[in-house]
């Protein structure tokens, strides 16, 4: 065959891929979830924003937050003790070492648990200094954003529970469990829970800041 026919020699092929051309490579369900995240930040962005008009209006202090319950500063070393867990999973995917991955989402699972009771907590002890939804409006929004995030952080649960218990399912075989390796989506599942539990955790720690300093 004529080597000018070979696709190497086409002109352009050896060009970089263009922006555009790297996004068409992304898959739908990561393209959906970047979108996703997109849509979650500024819907926190509104909320934070909001948060600070009504202190400014009200002729609050910027810059003198509110005294944050300790269980927020608990749950926001859980938080950052669960990313770390979860960000071992590709590696221990990669190891085709499913049962030590089935612990790592229990891990994770368990850490996001403990996180939503110490909100709990923490509105609990907002309620014991007098801050509560019939008080000043500002304080409202302490409640309504952490709530939000906390609704955030038990969808991101179900996800990883469903990945959690096909792990579990695929580790007790052998067939199984070559079958569930050699699956891309696994990959994909890994890489997309991963990047949503970094961000949540990235917004936590936003919201923190933003409870403390504003």
Not at 12 to 26: D, H, I, K, M, Y
Not at 51 to 71: F, K, Q, S
Not at 84 to 100: C, G, K, M, T
Not at 146 to 154: C, E, M, T
Request: proline content about 2%; some cysteine; hydrophobic content about 50%.
């Amino acid at each position: 065959m004529n080597s000018d026919f070979e696709p190497s020699n086409k002109v352009g092929a050896n060009r970089p891929a263009s922006s555009f051309q790297r996004l068409e490579r992304v898959p739908l369900l990561m393209m959906m979830l970047y979108v996703g995240l997109v849509g979650i930040s500024a819907l926190f962005l509104v909320l934070v924003g909001a948060y600070a008009y009504t202190r400014l209006r009200n002729g609050e202090t910027i810059g003198n937050g509110y005294a944050l319950p300790r269980y927020f500063s608990l749950s926001t070393l859980v938080l950052l003790l669960s990313t770390y867990v979860i960000s071992q999973s590709r590696r221990l995917y990669a190891q085709d070492n499913l049962s030590a991955l089935t612990r790592c989402l229990g891990a994770t699972f368990l850490l996001s648990s403990i996180f939503s009771g110490l909100q709990l907590l923490g509105w609990q002890e907002l309620s014991q200094q007098g801050l509560n939804f019939t008080g000043e409006a500002s304080s409202t929004f302490v409640y309504l954003i952490s709530g939000v995030h906390v609704l955030h952080v038990l969808g991101g649960m179900l996800f990883l529970l469903v990945l959690l218990v096909r792990t579990h399912h695929a580790s007790r075989d052998a067939v199984r469990s070559l079958v569930f390796i050699r699956n891309p989506y696994r990959v994909l599942q890994l890489r997309m829970i991963t990047l949503y539990w970094h961000f949540i955790d990235g917004v936590w720690l936003a919201l923190f800041a933003a409870f403390l300093f504003l």
